[in-house]
């Protein structure tokens, strides 16, 4: 994609309008379009223009962000009566960064194929705090050609990118990503009512397991790390159960790496 191209953003939520304020200095200019007055009028001030639909910032823009809440709402600005398939651009790329249904990705990039408006999925990771810092990872799913025109704006506010595979790809490798997010806070709670039960202060157990991290695989799957994982998390429960703490997350632990192989 060409700096004089413009870039176009639908959607400036939390997330979406720290992103976009970081493309308002895209030499091509930036073109933006939501709901909310309000969200609308801080980039303005800043130099972005303001489209009343997404069929009009579709109409401006070569490449268009999409940062919305669900399925429908993702949907609706792509195809509904005044959405971006509307403006009947050909040459056209819609990055949809929402949390969707991978599946969601992939039709409507079969809808769009045919109108010559190429989709790529790419969610993003980092929370507000990596967007305002323009620090964010984005998996991007795609066809070569459309994620490479896409690398230049997305960039501007990601610090990683990752093309992924195919459309929906992008999505699947965020929700794996999820998974592991999700999973290890609820772990560290679990943790922390361990610790607690047993005295230790909390201070103290996270600046072990920092410094622990910073220089252990914690993603060992060979025999040896199998085994270690097992040894500990059988002591871990019996710990434990002697402390009168229930550890659920422990014991699923310990049965997933029964039931899975040991890798070489």
């Known amino acids: 994609m060409g700096t004089t191209d413009v870039v176009g ?50 109409g401006l823009a070569h490449v268009v962000s999409v940062m919305l809440l669900d399925d429908e709402q993702v949907k609706e600005v792509v195809l509904g009566p005044d959405g971006i398939l509307a403006a009947r651009r050909e040459g056209l790329v819609i990055g949809l960064h929402s949390t969707i249904h991978p599946t969601t990705a992939e039709r409507l990039a079969e809808l769009c194929g045919p109108r010559g408006v190429a989709v790529v999925d790419a969610p993003v990771s980092g929370g507000s705090v990596g967007a305002r810092e323009g620090r ?25 990118f990752v093309h992924t595979g195919p459309v929906g790809s992008g999505t699947r490798a965020k929700l794996a990503g999820d998974l592991v997010h999700h999973v290890s806070r ?27 991290d ?29 402390l009168g703490v229930d ?8 049965d997933g790496l029964a039931a899975d192989p040991p890798r070489s």
């Not at 308002?24 to 969200?39: K, Q």
Request: hydrophobic share 50%; glycine share 10%.
């Open 136 to 160: 964010l990872a984005v998996m991007v799913g795609g066809d070569d050609e459309a994620v490479e025109r896409c690398r230049g704006p997305f960039g501007m506010w990601a610090e990683l």
């Open 9 to 58: 953003f639908v959607g400036l939520g939390q997330m979406g309008s720290p992103m976009a304020s970081h493309l308002v200095s895209w030499p091509g200019g930036l073109v933006v379009c939501d709901a909310r007055a309000e969200a609308r009028d801080i980039l303005a001030d800043r130099g972005a223009q303001v489209a009343r639909t997404p069929a009009d910032v579709a």
């Open 214 to 242: 910073a220089i252990t695989s914690w993603h060992d799957t060979t025999a040896h790390g199998r085994d270690v994982g097992t040894q500990d998390l059988l002591l871990v429960l019996k710990v434990g159960h002697e």
């Open 186 to 212: 609820a772990a560290v709670v679990e943790a922390q009512r361990l610790a607690a039960a047993a005295g230790i202060s909390l201070d103290d157990l996270v600046r072990v397991v920092r410094h622990s």
């Open 247 to 254: 550890l659920p997350l422990a014991r699923v632990a310990l």
